[in-house]
């Protein structure tokens, strides 16, 4: 979820959503999962982490939020996979149907899932790296 205005434009609403959607919303979803998740857990985070980004700060703060608790996660539960894999724009309501195909980062979230491409547990996959792959 992203309110594309500029932060002084949201309003206390829209910066709320963002942060429970995008952050709370995967952390309580985990939190009810992982008891049942035997081998992995792949978090859809963002390349607006990755590197300075335009992307409104709200937005971005969810994400940065997601990474960190993906990262001290992996440190909790070391028999698990527990990574970020992060898109860059996509092509979904959020982004007016323009960028990636979501089939392209499905593709390389499952070969993350089956072990096609390595990361170590609390690592990032950057998309930009799999782009034409």
Known sequence: MISWKPFVEQ????????????????????????????DAVITVGSTATLHQSRTPPPYCASKWGLRGFVKALALEHPDKLIVSVHPTVTATRMNDMRGMSPKRVADVIFRVAAGDIAVEPGGDVDLRDYADK
């Open 11 to 38: 309003g206390f609403r829209e910066i709320d959503e963002q942060i429970v959607v995008n952050l709370l919303g995967v952390m309580k979803l985990t939190w009810c999962a992982l008891p049942l998740v035997g």
